[in-house]
Each structure stands twice: as C-alpha cells, then as structure tokens.
C-alpha cells in the first residue's frame, strides 16, 4: 500500500511550539496564521537521516551531521542533515 508522503506532514504557525520528536523541514504561507510571507512551518517526524531548518529543534536519539542548505521560496536558507542514532 502507498502512503502519500504529503499526509505526513503539518503545518503549524512560527508562533507555536515544535511538538516532540517532530522537525522543522520548511516554511510556508498558512492565512491560519499571523502575519504575512512565511509565517508557518512545515514539520514531520523524522526518518533514519533528515535535512531540517537550521532553528529546528533536533530529536533525543538524533545528531547533527553536517550543515546543509534548503532551498526556500526563491531563495536558500540553512539547514542540517540530521540522523538517528542506532
């Protein structure tokens, strides 16, 4: 069975917190939310190795490999690949 990628994803506005053991892997436009431009982020939960938003908070059992960028919008913004620790 296929799992759509897309429905493991959340969008929460910058102003709430980050729920345990869910990372920050974009931003994006919510009208749920404050503000106008990026005014959200795109969290999920992460797998074995994961590139997330530089301010994402970082999981127990994970670790940050190396600094990264993420393309956003028409733009780069910092990241980290991140991975569990087996």
């Known amino acids: 069975m296929m799992v759509d990628k897309a429905r ?15 990372v920050v892997i974009a ?8 503000g106008e431009g990026p005014n959200a982020w795109v ?9 997330v ?3 994402s908070p970082i999981p127990d059992g ?3 490999i ?9 733009g780069k913004a910092q990241g980290w ?3 569990r620790i087996d």
């Open 53 to 55: 938003w530089a301010d």
């Open 43 to 51: 969290i999920k939960r992460p797998g074995k190795r994961e590139v």
């Open 8 to 22: 493991k994803n959340r969008v929460i506005c910058r102003s709430a917190s980050v729920p345990n053991d869910w």
């Open 27 to 34: 931003e994006h436009h919510s009208p749920a939310c404050d």
């Open 66 to 74: 190396k600094e990264t960028e993420i393309t956003a919008g028409e």
């Open 81 to 83: 690949l991140i991975e």
């Open 62 to 64: 994970y670790r940050k």
